[in-house]
């Protein structure tokens, strides 16, 4: 793939997949698998986990978005993810507001700073 960018690959609820759908992220790899899951009221746990761990391990993808309610049902995965490509960003939901406690990416940067380093 010389000459282009990775793609933006995203795990959602209906809303926020359809809205980033609508902005143009949506790709299908060779392979025909795409570069988005919706997450209804019956996708189970293993689903989700499992197609988190596919979207790690493709090389076209360089972050990966997910509602921070749905990051909390795997978190032991996401939390297991150590490399910065792909980037792993929890964002909202229309029903879920963003807890920047639970966000494992902003817990990490945290403890990479004290507060002396900004006088």
Same mark, same amino acid.
């Given at each position: ?38 997450? $209804?009221?019956?996708?189970? @746990?293993? !689903? /989700? ?7 790690? =391990?493709?090389? +076209? ?21 150590? $490399?910065?490509?792909?980037? @792993?960003? !929890? /964002? ?7 807890? =920047?406690?639970? +966000? ?16």
């Amino acid at each position: 793939m010389p000459g282009r960018g990775k793609l933006i690959a995203v795990i959602g609820d209906e809303d926020t997949c359809t809205g980033f759908l609508l902005g143009g992220i949506g790709e299908l790899n060779k392979n025909r698998k795409p570069n988005f899951l919706v997450v $209804e009221k019956d996708t189970s @746990v293993t !689903e /989700i986990e499992e197609t988190f761990k596919s979207f790690l =391990a493709r090389s +076209d993808i360089g972050i990966i978005l997910i509602n921070q309610f749905i990051a909390e049902m795997i978190r032991h995965a996401i939390d297991a993810h150590m $490399e910065s490509i792909p980037a @792993v960003l !929890e /964002i909202p939901s229309k029903e879920h507001p963003y807890d =920047a406690s639970k +966000d494992s990416i902003l817990r990490r940067a945290k403890g990479m700073f004290s507060a002396e380093d900004f006088r």
